[in-house]
């Protein structure tokens, strides 16, 4: 049985462990609300015009040249994973990690282990696969330092020039979708070349004729990769609200761990103490006998 002294540190250590658990939760649920209201300000937006995109992209003019839905013989495929700059949120970052090694684990039937590079977006996700000697372009992998649109861009111009100059042929996405605090949704997605919109069978088709103003080549050199640069933004603000939610999940789960661990000490140490006490009435009990008797 351990001693007095032992249980003390135990509890205190808990306790220590336990304030620490809480400070970080109440830090994760002020960011989460800030992370919640961005996220849900753009999904609007960013659907209607991933709808249009698709719809554009699946029904315009042949004469058009629309690069970003071009389909070409799949030789190189670049993969953008989205985690998080630090740890303590559960198995967010180790999910993107499995969903991305289950991706290349595809792909490589495709292309080859050669043919498949990592543009991380997130510290975590980049230390995983450099360690594992993955293909990696390390440039843009801070973008969470001070999220914003501009510090995205670079990352997004980086994958819709890359594919515009063929130097790849298809670019995924894997990230975390924002649906609440406790539940993240796995998300791996073409996100070049741009995939026709899905007819809905339930759904009669819809009229899809638009009118391009001021012209349909202001449309696809503007637009569409304005549209594109929203997509891409919207999938980071998904993957930051994502990690919020983790990590007051796990923090909130760690707290009420603390406070079970807490109590199964205070018991011990209610018992240890006990039995000391008993120990040494005993003890006294004991020498006054032998006193008596001499």
């Not at 949704?185 to 009669?204: C, G, S």
Request: contains cysteine; proline residues 3%; glycine residues 4%.
């Amino acid at each position: 049985m351990a001693s007095l002294k032992e249980v003390r540190g135990r509890i205190a250590s808990v306790k220590s462990t336990q304030q620490i658990t809480k400070a970080m939760k109440m830090v994760a649920a002020a960011k989460l609300r800030r992370a919640q209201d961005r996220i849900l300000q753009i999904r609007p937006y960013a659907e209607k015009l991933g709808e249009i995109l698709s719809n554009v992209t699946s029904t315009s003019e042949e004469s058009l040249n629309l690069e970003f839905s071009q389909i070409r013989s799949l030789d190189r495929v670049l993969i953008v994973p989205i985690s998080s700059d630090r740890g303590l949120c559960g198995a967010f970052n180790s999910n993107i990690n499995k969903a991305v090694l289950a991706l290349t684990h595809e792909l490589k039937s495709e292309v080859g282990a050669s043919g498949i590079t990592i543009m991380p977006l997130g510290k975590k996700v980049r230390d995983f696969f450099v360690k594992r000697e993955f293909e990696v372009i390390e440039d843009h992998y801070q973008v969470f330092e001070n999220l914003s649109f501009d510090t995205v861009l670079p990352a997004v111009n980086f994958a819709l020039d890359s594919f515009k100059s063929q130097d790849f042929d298809r670019v995924y996405l894997v990230y975390n979708e924002f649906k609440n605090a406790a539940v993240q949704i796995m998300r791996a997605q073409q996100f070049l070349p741009v995939l026709p919109l899905e007819a809905d069978e339930a759904e009669p088709p819809k009229n899809t004729d638009y009118l391009f103003e001021p012209s349909a080549d202001y449309m696809v050199e503007e637009l569409i990769p304005y549209s594109l640069r929203i997509q891409f933004f919207k999938a980071i603000l998904e993957s930051n609200a994502s990690e919020q939610g983790a990590r007051m999940t796990a923090m909130s789960q760690a707290t009420d761990n603390a406070g079970e661990l807490l109590n199964e000490l205070q018991l011990t140490y209610n018992r240890t103490r006990q039995a000391a006490i008993t120990k040494e009435i005993l003890e006294i009990v004991g020498g006054a006998e032998a006193l008596a008797q001499e």
